[in-house]
């Protein structure tokens, strides 16, 4: 099993340029979840995807939408990305989401600097 | 306002040295606290989980401690190797709907030889 995975793990952008931050899972997992980890602060949750065909907003959704493609994918896309995205950005998944003890699976991270 | 507080920012050890490392959180309901190992350039690693009816739960070289009535946690590693220099990140999990982790910042850990 290769767990959570990221595209690309690194990638440069230049202000008002877009992309899309690809992650899949291979664990059958109902949940995922977008993060950013900037220096010094706690990862921040950006969108989540409860289950199939479900997303939600989390902490710091401004400038980003996603799609949950299917069970086992959920993209990231930066339309018009700023410098302030600068940042790294982290898949997780976990079997369900909410007041249960669900444990989060994370990805590699992708390291995005917008120039 | 849900925080948690990890201390000290960073911290350097000598290798089999033992070091324990501190989480305060101020997050209200309270579901669960992590304890995540993350390695320079890489995602973060689940340690340990704890609910709030458990004390003591170790993983290894790794035990946290949880007091649900101070709100503190800790993790103590012992006998430290320099495969456990990494950044140390305390979650709170908060007992309610949707996702709510709230992350430490992180305690850096150097082992030196």
């Known amino acids: 099993n290769a767990g959570v995975t990221q595209t690309p793990k690194f990638q440069v952008l230049k202000t008002g340029q877009s992309m899309t931050l690809q992650c899949a899972q291979d664990?059958?997992?109902?949940?995922m979840y977008w993060y950013r980890q900037d220096p010094g602060m706690g990862l921040r949750l950006i969108y989540y995807?409860?289950?199939?065909?479900?997303?939600d907003k989390g902490e710091v959704p401004n400038g980003y939408n996603v799609s949950r493609l299917n069970k086992r994918e959920f993209s990231l896309r930066l339309e018009s990305a700023a410098p302030s995205q600068t940042s790294v950005y982290f898949c997780?998944?976990?079997?369900?989401?909410?007041?249960?003890?669900?444990?989060?699976?994370f990805g590699p991270g992708t390291r995005l600097t917008v120039t | 306002k849900n925080q948690v507080e990890q201390s000290p920012q960073s911290l350097i050890i000598l290798e089999g040295k033992n070091c324990t490392l501190q989480?305060?959180?101020?997050?209200?309901?309270?579901?669960?606290l992590r304890w995540y190992k993350q390695d320079t350039g890489r995602g973060p690693v689940s340690l340990t989980i704890?609910?709030?009816?458990?004390n003591t739960k170790s993983n290894g070289r790794y035990t946290a401690t949880l007091d649900a009535d101070t709100k503190q946690s800790s993790l103590h590693i012992t006998a430290s190797q320099l495969s456990d220099s990494a950044s140390y990140i305390c979650?709170?999990?908060?007992?309610?709907?949707?996702?709510?982790?709230?992350f430490g910042k992180g305690t850096t850990l150097s082992v030196s030889s």
């Open positions: 995807s409860a289950s199939e065909g479900t997303t």
């Open positions: 979650v709170v999990s908060a007992s309610q709907a949707g996702t709510a982790l709230i």
């Open positions: 989480c305060n959180y101020t997050v209200s309901p309270f579901s669960n």
């Open positions: 997780a998944s976990s079997e369900g989401v909410g007041t249960g003890v669900y444990e989060q699976y």
């Open positions: 704890m609910t709030f009816s458990e």
């Open positions: 664990m059958n997992h109902n949940s």
